[in-house]
């Protein structure tokens, strides 16, 4: 009986290590059809493909990563933070020893559409190709077409710098069986075309759940379509659900403030900063007025989760945080947290004060909170940092203050939260 025991669990793991192996061959095998060089498959991209690229390039934020700061377009070296250590965006101009300069549009519509390499290496999910692999065979072309216009820079790509195992191609595939399968965008027959269109930019191009959504271990989203919100990992910005009323879900707005806010960075209702801000200035203030309002309509036409009940609120508490206020805050916001409309915003009643996590705010009050500066609001009203005036207890009694005062009832913010948070870069 012993022996048939061991015998079975023995035949048991064979089965499993060669299921682990199969996975690992499927991922890390490449099948994909590719030309021996650009040249063969290459056609001569049209003035409107080209020009249409370059929009769509903007829609992606494709720039955003693949630009160093104060570097040239698109050369890449800007790392990107992750868990796991630093992912290096390529250099995407058209040099063929350093850039794309010798690939194919088969060979982007892969990268984009299978997350793989012109070589065959299976790229990091750092580049959204979980998003990406619903973008469309054209628009990839178009996207393609564009880049090959840009100026082409001779500038070596930067290796990634990152942890054993996650630097392992070997764990990438692995992650790839776990999480990964290449799509498509289907079109809803029940939605108008107009929604549909806001779908296709939000979950493909736009890639809103690469911030908007919690992450697993691994790194890894619920879907394409998560966007319940979670805090962006070392960034440590808190991303609010976008189908939560008391986060960032906007079902109750009007479209055309909607519109304002992903145009301009303001609305009557919020305005943008963060990480958002540079969505806002390097992406969705270049789309047209009707690509914004598809996303407006999409987004307000969300499921809502619904509202936690709301617990009697805590009485603004005396003490060093009230003091604090009315020496720093009060000449803006006001004594009772009413703001100034259309310049400084209420902190009375505002949902981005009574967030779950405290991180947007703690980045705000010490870093300073900056709307991005785009063609319809140029000079956007700012604040200044606090990091050299307030200790970090004190930041903690200010944004405790704020957050259980004239109504809001968020719960207290700790020294420990501020010194987590401010420390993200």
């Known amino acids: 009986m012993t022996r048939r025991l061991i015998t079975g669990a023995a035949l048991s793991l064979l089965v499993a290590v060669l299921a682990i192996l199969w996975v690992l061959f499927m991922n890390l095998r490449d099948e994909s059809p590719r030309p021996a060089t650009a040249t063969a498959t290459a056609a001569i991209a049209s003035a409107e493909q080209v020009s249409r690229g370059a929009y769509l390039a903007f829609a992606g934020n494709c720039m955003g990563c693949h630009t160093a700061q104060g570097g040239a377009p698109y050369a890449g070296g800007r790392g ?9 965006a390529p250099n995407l101009t058209p040099d063929e020893k350093t850039g794309i300069g010798a690939w194919s549009p088969d060979d982007f519509w892969r990268a984009l559409h299978n997350g793989r390499s012109r070589d065959g290496r299976l790229l990091y999910p750092a580049f959204p190709y979980p998003n990406y692999t619903r973008i469309s065979r054209d628009d990839a072309d178009a996207i393609f077409a564009w880049l090959r216009h840009v100026p082409a820079v001779e500038q070596a790509n930067r290796p990634h710098e990152l942890q054993f195992p996650f630097n392992q191609q070997a764990a990438l595939a692995v992650w790839r069986a776990l999480y990964f399968r290449p799509g498509a965008h289907q079109a809803d027959p029940q939605r108008s075309p107009e929604v549909n269109r806001g779908a296709y930019l939000v979950e493909g191009l736009g890639h809103c759940n690469a911030c908007h959504s919690s992450r697993n271990a691994l790194g890894a989203s619920t879907s394409a379509l998560d966007l319940a919100g979670g805090l962006i990992p070392v960034q440590n910005w808190y991303a609010p659900a976008l189908t939560s009323a008391q986060e960032a879900g906007v079902a109750g707005w009007d479209v055309q403030d909607i519109v304002a806010l992903l145009k301009t960075g303001v609305s009557p209702h919020a305005s943008v900063a963060g990480p958002m801000g540079e969505v806002v200035r390097g992406s969705t203030q270049h789309l047209s007025e009707a ?3 598809a996303m ?12 936690m009940e709301a617990e009697p609120a805590p009485r603004a508490a005396a ?5 604090l206020y009315e020496r720093h805050c009060a000449s803006c916001h006001g004594d009772a947290g009413e703001g100034v409309r259309g310049i400084y915003p209420a902190l009375a009643g505002n949902r981005a004060v009574t967030l779950p996590s405290a991180a947007n705010l703690v980045h705000v009050v010490l870093e300073g909170g900056f709307p991005p500066a785009t063609v319809g609001n140029p000079r956007p009203y700012g604040m200044p940092p606090f990091a050299t005036v307030l200790s970090v207890e004190e930041t903690a009694q200010l944004l405790s203050f704020v957050r259980g005062s004239w109504g809001n009832g968020a719960a207290a913010v700790s020294a420990l939260e501020v010194e987590r948070f401010r420390g993200a870069k």
């Open 296 to 307: 407006a309509v999409h987004l307000r036409g969300l499921p809502q989760t619904p509202p």
């Open 80 to 88: 990107v933070p992750t868990p796991f250590g630093t992912v290096m």
């Open 291 to 293: 690509d914004l309002r």
């Open 319 to 323: 003490g060093p945080g009230a003091k």
